[in-house]
């Protein structure tokens, strides 16, 4: 079978929704059946496996706490991650505090400092977003 792999909390989001659906049309099976049924729904022989292909199909995970550079809309900078959300393998939510405020506006009659942003990167580090020279809103050094 050809599926995308979900992430680890949502395959085990699905497993939870199984079992409770199951529950409901008056099958009872265990937790960790449920967690088997969602591998083999995946293409996997177990729960290990698909847990394996997961793990390893999740590059560039990104880590709380970990220190990162690259560009916001243009801006050079330096950040620490403060917060991580794993949205699809290779895909996550950040939060980024960055070191020193970044002016997002090109306009010389006024400014606009960010130095806290949160946007989706990809596995590039970049964003699906981009500026109007086609640039990503924000790139991540990887």
């Known amino acids: 079978m050809s599926?995308?792999?979900?992430?680890?909390?949502?395959?085990k989001g699905k497993a939870r929704e199984l079992r409770a659906q199951l529950h409901d049309e008056g099958h009872e099976i265990g937790h960790s059946q449920s967690l088997e049924l969602i591998a083999i729904h995946y293409g996997y022989r177990d729960w290990n496996t698909l847990y394996a292909a997961i793990k390893i199909d999740a590059p560039n995970a990104w880590v709380l706490g970990q220190r990162v550079r690259g560009h916001y809309l243009s801006q050079p900078?330096?950040?620490k991650i403060i917060a991580v959300t794993?949205?699809?393998p290779g895909w996550y939510r950040l939060t980024l505090d960055l070191d020193e405020a970044v002016d997002v506006v090109t306009?010389?009659?006024f400014s606009n400092f960010r130095q806290r942003i949160t946007k989706t990167v990809g596995p590039a580090g970049?964003?699906?977003?981009?500026t109007s020279n086609g640039r990503p809103h924000l790139e991540l050094e990887l």
Not at 4 to 11: G, R, V
Not at 126 to 130: D, V
């Open 126 to 130: 970049t964003t699906r977003e981009k």
């Open 86 to 88: 794993s949205l699809q």
């Open 3 to 11: 599926y995308d792999l979900p992430t680890l909390a949502k395959a």
């Open 107 to 109: 306009f010389d009659s």
């Open 77 to 79: 900078f330096t950040a």
